[in-house]
């Protein structure tokens, strides 16, 4: 069965500074990778979408990269900003599982002013 | 264009009633899937379609109820609600099975009493 871990649970960082948020998976036959972003007591928003056959995507000043042999993705924020406060979701969608996605636990960021 | 769509917001039930989460998209998706979010056991998948008229189990399907008549339309009913449903509810939609981005709604929070 897929199991998906983020690490760190939580960080706390000063603005300004990059940042990169660990995901792992235990299974490599993976068909794409999301990652979301949640904010309190809210949905959830799409952030990047990662193909199996890709490596990195980005989106402005967010970039994630995928290692799918190795079971790896990380999220990358440049100069973070106070407004990138939240809960990051990382997912991913099995080969053998339809389009269901499995989540990790998440990293909750704050990113102090 | 509102996505997707989610009422209530918010639902005190008591145990053994029932009720029935809406779910709406307009962007004419075929998949439409309902997950939970409990702390700890981050977002599982309940319940998904991947049409009009097909709908099919997930991970946790047991006491949830599902139909899918139209393409826009996903409700998910709780035959009869128990406090191990407490839990926040998302509905996601993507425009069909394979490597498409997956796109969630606002949530709907439900605690059973």
């Known amino acids: 069965k897929q199991e998906v871990t983020q690490i760190p649970a939580a960080l706390s960082v000063p603005e300004g500074e990059n940042l990169v948020l660990n995901c792992s998976f235990t299974?490599?036959?993976?068909?794409?990778l999301q990652w979301f972003r949640q904010d309190p007591g809210k949905g959830l928003t799409s952030l990047l979408l990662?193909?199996?056959?890709?490596r990195e995507q980005t989106s402005g000043r967010l970039n994630a990269s995928l290692d799918k042999s190795s079971g790896r993705s990380t999220l990358y924020i440049a100069a973070s900003q106070p407004g990138d406060s939240a809960t990051y979701l990382c997912?991913?969608?099995?080969?053998?599982?339809?389009?269901?996605?499995?989540f990790g636990g998440g990293t909750r960021l704050m990113v102090k002013p | 264009n509102a996505g997707v769509t989610q009422t209530p917001k918010f639902q005190v039930l008591k145990t053994g009633q029932s009720m029935t989460l809406q779910c709406a998209q307009d962007?004419?998706?075929?998949?439409m899937s309902w997950y939970r979010q409990d702390p700890g056991m981050g977002l599982r998948l309940i319940h998904y379609?991947?049409?009009?008229?097909?709908?099919d189990q997930g991970e946790v399907p047991n006491g949830y109820n599902v139909s899918r008549s139209t393409t826009e339309d996903f409700p998910l009913r709780l035959l009869s609600a128990a406090p191990s449903q407490t839990s926040v509810y998302f509905c996601?939609?993507?425009?069909?099975?394979?490597?498409?981005?997956?796109?969630f709604g606002p949530g709907t929070r439900l605690t059973v009493t």
């Open positions: 996601a939609s993507s425009p069909g099975q394979g490597g498409y981005e997956q796109y």
């Open positions: 990662i193909q199996s056959s890709q």
């Open positions: 997912a991913v969608r099995a080969n053998n599982a339809g389009n269901m996605l499995t």
């Open positions: 379609s991947v049409g009009a008229g097909i709908t």
């Open positions: 962007m004419n998706h075929e998949y």
């Open positions: 299974d490599s036959a993976i068909y794409n």
